[in-house]
């Protein structure tokens, strides 16, 4: 059974919600007018309403609709991400604010309203209101819906506590000020700590590394990107009362210790080595930072390393432990330990000398653009051209 006409009105970039949407089909009669004027505009709309099209109105740039439409599949994959995407294995890519299906039965209300005037003639369908909010709106759009009724009042949150990705979508956009939000760091780091799943002490706003919740015996994860936001932010003072750098540290130690994060150790021998946010220098403490974190699987941690052992800084000098690192490291594609492994072979440094190992390593740096690699060819010539093939073209450049 149809419902009466429905009388919709599109701001341009709203117009794709009537691409997709098979739900309109309930309707006898739409009619949908343009906020734009423009013949540009009206061609953006989509095919089917043309083709379903009575009476065309170019004064109203208007149609109506008489027959259902026909359904019309959902919006591509390849539709703009409103939400910066996140590039960790625990959190899939964000996309817009999602809601229950249900949510707009159990808050009331499902009529539109633009610019003080009703969008809607008729009541519109939960369907439709949840469809038309959830899959184009940002998280501004439903910041700006909350301010619309009292029901809708945490609309923004709750669409934020509809999933972990929600949440993080929702912090990163307050943290940052995208997505239509303006910047407000107190309220992410309030995300933040709620992601992380770590109670903060509040006497010293370190992290007492226990799990929030204890549901048949099953501890939820930490979340070690919120934990590093976390560090980030007593680090810079962002979101905070006061930079407190002893927090930031723990924080961020803890994102290593407890969220098993590699880049978490990284960043912090990295503090250590040049003495970041007034924290003292310490090479040995570095050493033993770019230690887990190698062993973790950091590739920019595997090369300092080896570097660490290669100058005996905050190690004990070792060319063998070196060349394993740098080894690692170029293994994994580090362009620079691809030419230090070159020049262990040709030195003799921790391994027996080889320039035929030297000019193989040299060349997969070359090739990468690396000239103190090209340099070291040049010198090995008569020997690249016999281990090498097609060494003479790089050489040549």
């Not at 000019?359 to 690396?370: F, P, Q, T």
Request: proline fraction near 4%; hydrophobic fraction near 40%.
């Amino acid at each position: 059974m149809q419902r009466n006409a429905v009388k919709i009105v599109l701001e341009n970039r709203a117009q794709p919600v009537l691409r997709n949407y098979s739900g309109l089909s309930h309707f006898a009669s739409i009619s949908v007018i343009m906020m734009s004027s423009s013949a540009s505009a009206w061609r953006r709309l989509p095919s089917a309403l043309h083709h379903r099209a009575t009476t065309y109105d170019s004064t109203l740039d208007s149609l109506d609709i008489r027959s259902p439409l026909p359904f019309i599949p959902s919006p591509s994959t390849n539709h703009p991400q409103r939400c910066s995407s996140v590039d960790i294995n625990t959190m899939s890519q964000s996309q817009q604010p999602q809601l229950s299906p249900l949510y707009f039965a159990h808050t009331g209300g499902a009529s539109l309203t633009a610019g003080g005037a009703t969008a809607a003639s008729a009541e519109l369908p939960l369907e439709v209101l949840h469809q038309c909010l959830t899959a184009y709106c940002d998280w501004g759009d439903l910041a700006k819906l909350a301010c619309v009724q009292r029901s809708w009042s945490r609309v923004l949150y709750d669409a934020a506590d509809y999933s972990d990705d929600a949440k993080w979508c929702l912090a990163q956009a307050l943290f940052h000020g995208s997505s239509g939000l303006q910047a407000n760091p107190a309220q992410a780091m309030v995300l933040f700590l709620q992601l992380a799943n770590v109670e903060k002490d509040n006497a010293n706003n370190m992290p007492l590394l226990v799990p929030l919740t204890n549901k048949q015996q099953q501890y939820q994860q930490c979340f070690a990107p919120a934990m590093k936001q976390i560090a980030a932010c007593y680090l810079t003072g962002q979101g905070v009362a006061n930079v407190d750098t002893a927090a930031g540290m723990a924080w961020l130690q803890a994102a290593h210790n407890n969220g098993h994060d590699a880049d978490a150790a990284h960043e912090v021998a990295v503090i250590y080595e040049y003495g970041k946010h007034a924290v003292e220098t310490d090479v040995v403490q570095a050493a033993v930072w770019f230690t887990k974190a190698a062993e973790a699987g950091n590739m920019e941690a595997m090369a300092e390393l080896g570097l660490c052992y290669e100058l005996g800084c905050g190690v004990e000098q070792s060319d063998e432990n070196a060349l394993e690192w740098y080894t690692k490291a170029a293994n994994k594609g580090h362009l620079t330990s691809k030419y230090s492994v070159g020049e262990a072979f040709e030195e003799a440094r921790g391994v027996a000398q080889s320039d035929e190992e030297a000019c193989l390593w040299y060349y997969k740096a070359a090739v990468e653009g690396d000239e103190d690699s090209r340099r070291a060819l040049r010198r090995l010539e008569a020997i690249a051209l016999i281990v090498v093939p097609g060494v003479r073209a790089l050489l040549d450049v």
